[in-house]
């Protein structure tokens, strides 16, 4: 394949956005299902966050039957919770409801120690050609979880997700400071290490 365009199955801009700048580099350009007229809501019924990822990308990529199609999902997962919310994160306590799923996550840890509130952000991304030829990767990135919320910035667990390597939580971080570390940073390094093998197999 010359044509470098690849589908993103997503309909949300900021995510589009990401993407685009990041695989810019690659001269791959990015569709979003909004510039397809696609607009189809997916059943994320995996157990895994691979799973869930490839059950988006392989219904896009079926329907489509023209371009590469690429998914991601992601979540946090907190050490002392048995890696809860993972891939609930996003309708810990109702659906998308960032302010109702930190304050859940927060009454659960309750007051256990700083050191004990271990946590990390899971980022898979699955991609698919209509050839069937699949590469799935993942990043994480380590820190831990507040006691209370800090920061404006980001969305979801941003502001209460603390990073060593940054000294501050996510919320309280540039854009450009956390999508230096970020869990979908890692993931999207570790899927352009093999892209060039992948889209000529």
């Known amino acids: 394949m010359t044509d470098k365009k ?34 189809i809501e997916i059943a994320e019924t995996g157990t895994t966050f691979a799973e869930n990822a490839l059950i988006k990308a392989k219904t896009i990529a079926n329907l489509m039957q023209t371009y590469p199609v690429i998914s991601d999902d992601s979540g946090l997962m907190v050490k002392p919770l048995n890696d809860e919310p993972g891939i609930y994160s996003a309708r810990y306590a109702g659906d998308h409801d960032d302010a109702a799923n930190i304050k859940k996550l927060l009454g659960k840890l309750g007051d256990l120690s700083f050191e004990d509130r271990k946590a990390r952000f899971h980022a898979t991304i699955a991609a698919v050609k209509p050839n069937g030829q699949q590469l799935v990767v993942s990043g994480e990135v380590e820190g831990y979880i507040t006691f209370e919320v800090r920061g404006i910035g980001g969305f979801g667990y941003d502001p209460i997700f603390f990073s060593p390597e940054l000294g501050k939580t996510f919320g309280e971080a540039s854009a450009q400071e956390k999508k230096l570390i970020s869990h979908r940073r890692r993931a999207i390094d570790a899927f352009l290490e093999q892209f060039d093998e992948w889209w000529t197999a």
């Open 6 to 39: 690849i589908i993103l199955a997503t309909n949300n801009a900021g995510k589009l956005k990401e993407f685009k700048t990041l695989l810019a580099p690659k001269g791959i350009e990015v569709l979003g299902l909004s510039d397809l007229d696609q607009h």
